[in-house]
């Protein structure tokens, strides 16, 4: 009889972009990083999804201007449910409002791998 081989699980993302061409490339960055990443266009799929697998949740990064919702709006309900969940709000604008403990801000112009070291340093506290 074999010993069962522990499975490792990789990080899991959820990504909220409205623009489908940015969540792609997230989507496809962050998952060549090694991070699972399940990506929606909107909020509510995002608060769907958080509301039926919260304990599968490591990471938020979302878009800071969505329909419907803001970034930090969505972040407000996904950290009522996970107090702990680190997020991250991406912006076109350069503009760094005050945010929660927890939270960090970058802007869309960064480089990808800004994005990676700081969902690295974030998951690395938790």
Same mark, same amino acid.
């Given at each position: 009889?074999?010993?069962? @081989?522990?499975?490792?699980?990789r +990080?899991?993302?959820?990504c909220? /972009?409205?623009?489908?061409?940015?969540?792609l *490339? #997230?989507?496809e960055f962050?998952?060549?990083?090694?991070?699972?990443?399940?990506?929606?266009g909107?909020?509510?799929e995002?608060?769907?999804?958080?509301?039926?697998?919260?304990?599968?949740?490591?990471?938020? @990064?979302?878009?800071?201007?969505? +329909?419907?919702?803001t970034?930090? /709006?969505?972040a407000?309900?996904?950290?009522g *449910? #996970?107090?702990?969940?680190?997020v991250?709000?991406?912006?076109?604008s350069?503009e760094?409002?005050?945010?929660?403990?927890?939270?960090?801000?970058?802007?869309?112009?960064?480089?990808l791998?800004?994005?990676?070291s700081?969902?690295?340093?974030?998951l690395?506290?938790?």
């Open positions: 009889m074999r010993n069962a @081989v522990p499975t490792v699980s +990080p899991r993302i959820i909220v /972009e409205d623009d489908d061409s940015l969540r *490339l #997230l989507t962050l998952s060549s990083e090694g991070f699972e990443v399940l990506a929606f909107s909020p509510a995002a608060l769907e999804h958080i509301r039926g697998w919260s304990d599968h949740v490591d990471l938020l @990064v979302t878009d800071f201007y969505l +329909p419907g919702m970034g930090p /709006e969505l407000t309900f996904a950290t *449910l #996970l107090p702990k969940l680190p991250v709000l991406l912006s076109a350069d760094r409002p005050p945010l929660p403990a927890g939270h960090v801000f970058l802007s869309k112009s960064a480089p791998s800004t994005l990676r700081i969902i690295n340093g974030l690395s506290r938790c």
